[in-house]
């Protein structure tokens, strides 16, 4: 219960961060020239200024700032998005048929990044300075260097021209009609090259960080104590190291949450995937206001639920969390 007590706080906490984010963003893309009728004026080939006055009506950008930050605020109370005038649809509607693409791309990426780098730094820790430790390093400064963009166009060149491994981009076979296993397998197919494009970039970052962890853990007193007890070295590692040496791995999962959902947009362009990153940049183009705040909005409650899952799994490996709690 104390850990659901500090969770529900920190969820709590969350709440005003969220609004000003919001806020924050609004006031920010007023600055921006230009508008959503702007751009719809423009898909048209043009229009008269009467048209342009009523389309600035109906959407209610005839108002002033604050008149139209408290009509999203309002809205958002009751949990309406607002309209697309874009894609002419509910913006939930146009979130919800982009919101799997994303979330199976930063999940499959952050469990590959997470298990990998967890893997490699452990190894690397076990043969410091030694040819593991060596091979191991240099790689991830590799990945950590290389532009995510240059390896993604450089992964379809390699394995989807030359090799015609797998496909070039898209979420699915558009082609022929699946279900079942085989469109899961089709999807699993189209992800892999985006998920190692993502995906290996922070698991430089995660081995780093394991590496270091688990020299500095290997070093305590009640690793030399559970040695000295003649306690097996791999049982030593698994009981007694590994567990502290996570806390450092779980709580970067919370802060990098945000920082992947920014990566995306490259690697959804790159691969021309239909999720929220590609999304974001069509509207921030297309100066699509509503759209582009729904998806800072379901984007935020994202990074808050993974937030929310570190702290559980934060407060279980290390309970002096919950002490005070």
Do not use: C
């Not at 200024?49 to 605020?73: C, I, K, M, P």
């Not at 309209?83 to 590959?112: C, D, H, Q």
């Not at 995906?199 to 070093?219: D, H, K, P, Q, T």
């Not at 297309?286 to 559980?312: E, H, K, M, P, W």
């Amino acid at each position: 219960m104390r850990v659901l007590a500090l969770a529900g706080r920190r969820l709590a906490a969350s709440i005003p961060t969220l609004i000003l984010i919001l806020i924050g963003v609004f006031l920010l893309l007023q600055f921006a020239p230009g508008d959503t009728v702007d751009a719809m004026m423009a898909q048209m080939g043009g229009g008269d200024a009467a048209t342009a006055r009523h389309l600035r009506e109906f959407y209610g950008l005839d108002l002033s700032v604050w008149a139209q930050l408290g009509n999203y605020l309002w809205r958002l109370v009751r949990l309406d998005l607002g309209f697309s005038a874009i894609y002419g649809k509910p913006v939930v509607t146009v979130i919800a048929e982009r919101l799997p693409a994303t979330i199976l791309l930063m999940s499959a990426s952050l469990s590959f990044a997470f298990f990998f780098g967890l893997i490699f730094g452990v190894i690397a820790a076990r043969g410091v300075n030694r040819w593991p430790d060596t091979l191991i390093s240099t790689l991830g400064l590799i990945f950590y260097a290389m532009p995510t963009f240059w390896f993604g166009l450089m992964a379809i060149v390699v394995f989807s021209i030359y090799l015609q491994w797998l496909p070039a981009g898209g979420f699915e076979d558009i082609t022929v009609s699946l279900t079942g296993l085989a469109r899961t397998l089709d999807i699993a197919k189209h992800l892999i090259l985006p998920t190692l494009t993502l995906g290996l970039f922070y698991m430089a970052i995660y081995l780093r960080i394991m590496r270091g962890s688990m020299l500095e853990v290997l070093n305590l007193d009640f690793v030399r104590t559970a040695r000295a007890k003649g306690m097996d070295e791999t049982r030593v590692v698994v009981r007694h190291v590994l567990r502290n040496a996570l806390l450092p791995m779980v709580t970067l999962i919370g802060l990098q949450a945000g920082t992947m959902l920014g990566g995306s947009v490259v690697v959804e362009s790159v691969f021309s995937l239909p999720g929220l990153g590609r999304l974001a940049y069509e509207s921030v183009v297309q100066r699509d206001l509503n759209t582009l705040l729904g998806i800072i909005f379901v984007s935020a409650l994202l990074v808050i639920a993974v937030n929310f899952i570190v702290d559980l799994l934060y407060a279980r490996l290390d309970p002096r969390i919950t002490a005070g709690a």
